[in-house]
């Protein structure tokens, strides 16, 4: 397994953009796929995104298409998550994750890290 820090989050108002990022050591981060995911307060962790380990192929939840882009750079071991037309629905802790065979069901996981929209 990897191991996973995630970076970046913070306060910003609605309409506005943030991009969190995740580093991950332990074992070589190309041979792992990574994806982000969020729980907002009272509600279950949701999938947002999440790439390759190569970077050629992502996937992202339908209420985050054309707002968010998922992306890594191998060579620094990170994957960011860039968040742009931020609403208030998009408040929650923002989680990294790793797996070497999935893009949806990961192994590895960060202790996340706070995006709070303000309206």
């Known amino acids: 397994q990897v191991q996973l820090v995630e970076s970046g989050g913070g306060l910003v108002q609605a309409g506005g953009s943030l991009r969190v990022s995740c580093v991950a050591s332990g074992r070589t981060f190309n041979d792992y796929n990574a994806g982000w995911f969020r729980q907002a307060p009272g509600k279950e962790r949701e999938f947002v995104a999440s790439i390759t380990g190569s970077g050629r192929s992502t996937f992202y939840v339908d209420s985050v298409k054309g707002r968010f882009t998922i992306s890594r750079d191998n060579a620094k071991n990170t994957v960011y998550l860039q968040m742009n037309g931020l609403n208030p629905e998009d408040t929650a802790v923002y989680y990294c994750?790793?797996?070497?065979?999935?893009?949806?069901?990961?192994?590895?996981w960060g202790q996340g890290t706070q995006v709070t929209v303000s309206s």
């Open positions: 994750a790793a797996d070497r065979y999935s893009v949806t069901s990961f192994s590895s």
